[in-house]
C-alpha cells in the first residue's frame, strides 16, 4: 500500500553542523506534510509543517523543502545541538484520504559532541 | 495549560486481561486519536473519533475498541491483550478533520502484557 517512508534509518551529525533528513512519499495526492520529533518516552511534537503548494517553508533554525515532482520532502536542522537527538518522522495526509495523518518510518538523529 | 493527557504513563496487564486507556483533553478540538507505536517503528493509526462519529482503520484488529463519551474524553480497551499489543499508544487531537498544524499528541501511555 501507499506509505511515508524515510531513506536512512540513523543519522550522525557533529555538533554545531546542519542536519538534513530525507524522507519519501508515494501518494500524489498528499497535500500536507509534517515533521515530527519524538524523543524517547515522549509523543511526537510538531515541529514544522508545508503544503503542497509551497516549495520551501523556514521556521526557528529548521526548513522544510518539498519536491512534488520526485515526491520527496527534507527537513533541515540548522547548527545542531544535543537537544535535537530525538527520532524524527516526516508525516502526511489528503483529503482523499479524510486528512488522517500517516507516518513515515522515522530518522534517529545522533549528535557527536 | 491546555493539552492532551494520556493515563497511565505505564501500563502493565497480563495476557488476555481486558485493559483501558484513557486521554483527556483541554483544547475542546473535535477530533480525538488513537495511534499503535511499536518500538523504533512508526505511529500506526487505529481510528479517530470526529465528535461522537467513529472511524475504524480497516486494518485494525477487532480486540480494539474506542469509547468517546463527551467531548474531552476517549478511551481505548484492548479486550483480549496480546504479547503483540504491547507497544505505546499515543492519543492525538485536533481541532477539525483537516490537520493544520499537525496534531496535538500526549505523552503515551506504554502497555506491557506478561
Known amino acids: 500500500g501507499e506509505s511515508v517512508g524515510l531513506h536512512l534509518p540513523t543519522l550522525s551529525v557533529q555538533e554545531g553542523d546542519n542536519s538534513i533528513i530525507n524522507c519519501a512519499y508515494s501518494n500524489s495526492a498528499s497535500d500536507y506534510f509534517i515533521w515530527y520529533k519524538q524523543e524517547s518516552g515522549k509523543g511526537p511534537q510538531f515541529i514544522i509543517d508545508i503544503r503542497s503548494n509551497m516549495d520551501k517553508r523556514q521556521g526557528q533554525r529548521v526548513t522544510v523543502l518539498l519536491n512534488k515532482t520526485v515526491k520527496h520532502l527534507s527537513l533541515q536542522i540548522a547548527a545542531t545541538q544535543p537537544g535535537d537527538s530525538a527520532v524524527y518522522f516526516c508525516a502526511e495526509s489528503a483529503l482523499n484520504r479524510d486528512d488522517k495523518i500517516i507516518f513515515g518510518k522515522g530518522t534517529r538523529l545522533h549528535i557527536l559532541p | 495549560d491546555a493539552m492532551v493527557i494520556q493515563n497511565p504513563r505505564y501500563q502493565v496487564t497480563q495476557f488476555g486481561k481486558p485493559v483501558t486507556l484513557s486521554c483527556s483533553q483541554t483544547l475542546n478540538h473535535n477530533v480525538m486519536y488513537w495511534y499503535q507505536q511499536k518500538s523504533s517503528q512508526a505511529p500506526k493509526l487505529l481510528f479517530h473519533?470526529?465528535?461522537?462519529?467513529?472511524?475504524n482503520e480497516a486494518d485494525t484488529p477487532d480486540n480494539f475498541q474506542s469509547r468517546r463519551p463527551n467531548t474531552s474524553f476517549c478511551f481505548l480497551d484492548i479486550r483480549s491483550p496480546g504479547l503483540g499489543d504491547a507497544a505505546m499508544y499515543l492519543c492525538a487531537t485536533s481541532r477539525e478533520r483537516e490537520p493544520l498544524d499537525g496534531y496535538t499528541f500526549g505523552s503515551g501511555t506504554r502497555l506491557t502484557v506478561v
Open positions: 473519533y470526529y465528535d461522537k462519529d467513529f472511524n
